[in-house]
């Protein structure tokens, strides 16, 4: 690890329980800017817990999460993606009776004019700019021809894309993506790994949860391991990929990938 | 999706035509006098302003017959106490209303769903109730709030003083609001309302508003601040049905708690799911059906209806009218209830959606033509 002037983002001793169970201790967790972070973990690790730590969804019990220094505990939700975090969820959150990119431009506005902006005499298609720049998210994912259509009627796949290109758009310091791929054919995983990298290559700060070894192994920089809600292992891929601990942790929980 | 500016002027052009004109069109439905043009304007704004709410956020308020109410007694005392012009009795029934709102708003909009519905509607009932008897040295509860010889009149007193016993009419600078005078003064208003309303559809704060009804938490996790985007759909929502409670004033200066009850508040709830919900006219249609219903077929009684099936046998028409007579005079609810029912169940989307597939059947016949003159 490098010096802390370049982190980014990090989780400092970080418990939380729900009712008798422990769902995270004592998480510790530092990114860098620009670095790519996988997050692995058998089924009801905590990674899911751990993300929505991350997004003030839930509030953790002890430690605090940080954000380019800033502390994110007790800010709401609208407020951490104004700071610049956005996320893609597990099930894809997106608006289902509006066009594509009518989904698009509704991120686009937030990025630009804040939580809140008054404005009902302006007409929404003297938004050119907003327009192109939504057109244009749309294009890189290859869903640009559904623009028109209802959000409702994409696949899962395109869903996910949709809410891909939402969190685009904003261009947010820091891009939390929980199972980008789940669900989604192998060759829609691949282009979606591609765009990833090209995200990569403009220097966005990520961290992916993922149950798909090829995915993180094609994109991660560094990769924790999260075992019954305690971070078990940490390093680069090759080392992680050889470490007894995460073996046994994945074989021993029935999870094999 | 995009409406040009062009479009938007079309629709509001053939929206004043259609308003200017109701005094014709009505004329052979037998709907075209003053008092029910008067009714379908005043409920047309009322309704407009609360589909804005309901149709674009999602949210069910059950108490917005209140900001009604709370309209027509500002607007009273404003003839009370300032003039009987009602410019300035519509503004501060507008003031007073948006006050209401931003309280109630401020409270109810701590919840979402059917505990928002809740707290609407008991926040309404307490007003009632206040308005009803306990406020009553400024409502004049039972008796309603009305305009009397001895009233101050400031204003009125200070430029020419009223002379005569009777009460002053209200006027909008020497044209008496009553009559047709009344219905176009409202029909003006409510072509501006319908023009900002159309405005709200077509912005991107309609834009976000709609969003927050399709996805609430996607919205904050996009970075809104959601409540303030739903208090400022509530505060503006709140201000049209003071607008509309004011002009009822205008029109018959009178202010009765029984505007606030919560029959009020579903009946504006009726009429905007009948027309459509979240559509721009829908919500009006409704407005037409359900005044037609109230004060036309509840005009007919078992002798009207005799005398318009005459021209059957006289054992046919008795039967018919004996089927009939349930449906209309006291009994117009039931016809109404009915139209309700089936209007929920077979287009859920109201009027609208049956004006959209009957359109949508139009251009089906016509897409062969389109495709030929693409190819």
């Known amino acids: ?257 | 999706m995009l409406l040009s500016s062009r479009s938007e002027l079309r629709t509001l052009l053939i929206f004043a035509a259609v308003v200017l004109m109701m005094p014709i069109w009505l004329l052979p439905l037998g709907a075209a006098y003053p008092d029910l043009l008067q009714k379908f304007a005043i409920f047309g704004i009322f309704v407009i302003g609360y589909n804005l709410f309901f149709g674009l956020t999602g949210y069910l308020s059950f108490g917005h017959a209140t900001f009604l109410g709370v309209g027509s007694y500002a607007a009273v005392w404003c003839f009370k106490l300032l003039t009987v012009n009602v410019l300035p009795a519509i503004v501060f029934g507008i003031l007073v209303s948006g006050f209401f709102a931003a309280v109630i708003g401020f409270i109810c909009l701590r919840r979402s769903g059917i505990y928002f519905s809740i707290l609407t509607l008991a926040l309404a009932q307490m007003c009632y109730s206040l308005a009803y008897s306990v406020l009553t040295p400024i409502t004049n509860g039972e008796t309603s709030l009305q305009m009397e010889a001895h009233d101050a009149r400031l204003l009125d007193s200070w430029i020419a003083p009223h002379v005569g016993d009777g009460l002053p009419i209200t006027h909008l600078f020497g044209i008496p609001m009553s009559g047709y005078p009344g219905f176009y003064f409202c029909a003006v208003i409510l072509i501006i309302s319908f023009w900002f309303s159309i405005r709200i559809f077509n912005s991107p704060f309609g834009l976000q508003l709609r969003a927050i009804k399709s996805n609430q938490e996607r919205m904050q996790y996009s970075g809104y601040n959601t409540r303030i985007y739903l208090f400022s759909a509530f505060l503006i929502s709140g201000m049209y049905a003071g607008l509309a409670g004011s002009l009822m004033a205008a029109i018959d200066p009178l202010a009765g708690a029984e505007r606030m009850q919560w029959t009020a508040s579903g009946e504006v709830v009726l009429m905007t799911i009948l027309g459509g919900v979240g559509t721009l006219i829908g919500p009006m249609l409704g407005v037409g059906v359900i005044k037609y219903f109230e004060n036309i077929f509840s005009s007919y009684n078992h002798d009207a209806l005799l005398e318009s099936f005459s021209f059957l046998p006289q054992p046919l028409a008795e039967a018919l009218t004996f089927v009939v007579s349930p449906f209309v005079g006291e009994g117009w609810h039931l016809t109404l209830g009915i139209l309700f029912m089936l209007v929920v169940i077979f287009l859920p989307g109201g009027i609208m959606e049956g004006v959209d597939r009957i359109r949508a059947r139009f251009s089906r016949h016509k897409q062969p033509q389109q495709t030929e003159q693409t190819t």
């Open chain 1, 1 to 257: 690890m490098s010096d802390s002037a370049s982190i980014i983002f990090n989780i400092d001793n970080v418990n939380k329980t729900f009712g008798g169970l422990q769902a995270l201790s004592n998480v510790n967790l530092a990114v860098e800017e620009g670095q790519t972070r996988a997050i692995i973990g058998p089924n009801g690790a905590g990674k899911s817990t751990l993300l929505n730590v991350c997004v003030g969804r839930i509030a953790p019990d002890t430690g605090v999460v940080r954000f380019r220094g800033q502390s994110l505990t007790g800010r709401t939700p609208h407020d951490i993606n104004q700071l610049g975090v956005a996320r893609v969820f597990q099930t894809p959150e997106i608006f289902p009776d509006l066009s594509l990119l009518q989904n698009v431009m509704i991120s686009a506005f937030s990025k630009r004019d804040g939580a809140f902006r008054f404005s009902p005499l302006k007409a929404l298609k003297a938004e050119r700019q907003l327009y192109e720049e939504s057109m244009h998210y749309l294009e890189d994912l290859d869903i640009a021809e559904h623009a028109e259509q209802l959000a409702a009627n994409l696949s899962r796949g395109d869903k996910r894309r949709l809410e891909l290109a939402m969190c685009l758009v904003q261009h947010p310091r820091l891009l939390l993506l929980d199972e980008p791929t789940a669900g989604m054919s192998r060759h829609d995983t691949n282009r979606t790994i591609e765009i990833l990298k090209k995200i990569k290559e403009r220097g966005m700060t990520k961290i992916i949860i993922e149950h798909d070894m090829h995915v993180v192994f094609s994109l991660a920089d560094r990769i924790s391991v999260l075992a019954q809600g305690a971070i078990i292992a940490e390093g680069l891929p090759e080392e992680v990929r050889n470490n007894e601990k995460v073996q046994e942790a994945y074989l021993g929980g029935g999870q094999h990938d």
